[in-house]
């Protein structure tokens, strides 16, 4: 079993992404605030569970110094065992050196990155203060993480003005050498029918070039169709990936308020989420009401929908934030999930006649990230462990591992 928390070190960004759901604001996690964060965390669980540690913000990189003062208690810590924590860290890839990367290759912290694609399709949404596009630093710190680090993840967001750009999406994140690719809706945008019936035809043609990018000998992990197939192939979400925000899934604001999920943080302060606080003494719930099954009730129409065990109806944040209920899918998220499911369904297919046993990593949980990796970058790897589903970022996790609509 796998703990996840998110400490947002900082509620400052220099990016005013449209989409962003942590608000802005001053706000600095004190070192003091960030011990007793660290002692409830590896103080709880057993010597057999898995323990993931995400930075986030705001854009957690403005506090680089904080982070690393605060990696230094967590590996401090009497109870701390690399073999079994995960250290990562969001970024919206604009604040970045050769001293950082430095520092998250000698720490073993995984880098997650945001990148929405193409700078015609990134620029849209992520862009500066001054209203100036990300896109040309991005790409710049997408290429020298690359060089320096042996695990790379690139999120990107897609609202319904850029999904028809998602295969270019796909190919130009490629290009740029990326190997983990997570593809995540913005929940919150105003999703149509029209925009649901275009997802078939959308995902299937990233299925296509998945396929293709294979039989060239070139993989990439590519959430959205990874992910699925691993699902299928074990036949079902398993009880421990299903959402566990507020009792196993934690995350904390810059002054230690404690709320489910970042991505129900908000301005931090103390809204309708809100858990309590770690200077309380706080408790992680052992049945939060959060994350209720939308199939397990009588009249959902989930409750006889062929997919259920494949699909993600129980993701509680994602069901909040698109239908202001935790248990109520939104009609675009189902229409994702059946597009995502078919389309993994019709690649593993495909490549299985191909090349019989490629997926056989998918079978030992989840899809393997060295499958995914020029074998020669395999070793390096040894160090890093792969953050648990929605962790490094969590949130819309619908096809994906990481999901940090930021």
Known sequence: MIRKYTLCLTHKCNLRCAYCYVDKRAGRMSIEVAAKIVESILDGPSSDEGVDIGFFGGEPLLEFDLLKDIVGLVERHPRFDRRTTTLSVVTNGTVFSEEIAAYL?????????????????????RKYCNGRGSSHRVARTIGMALERLPLVL????????????LPATVEFLSSLGVRQIYLNPDVTAPWRKEDAAKLPAIYGAIGDWYVRAHLGNDPRFVSLIDAKIAVILRGGYEAEERCQMGSREIAFTAEGRVYPCERLIGDGRGSRHCLGSILDGFTPQATPPFCTDAAARAQSPCAACGIRPYCMNWCGCSNFLSTGRYDRMSPFLCASERAAVATAARVLERLELLR?????????????????????DAGALDAFRIPAPGAAAGGQAAQGVVDESR
Not at 105 to 120: E, F, K, N, Q, T
Not at 155 to 162: G, H, I, K, L
């Open 105 to 125: 290759a000698g720490h073993g912290i995984v880098l997650c990155l945001s990148c929405d694609g193409p700078p015609r399709v990134h620029d849209r949404f």
């Open 154 to 165: 690139v999120n990107a967001v897609y609202r319904p003005e850029t999904l028809g750009e």
């Open 356 to 376: 019989p046993g490629v997926f056989s990593d998918h079978l030992a949980g989840k899809p393997s990230m060295l499958s995914r990796v020029g074998r020669q």
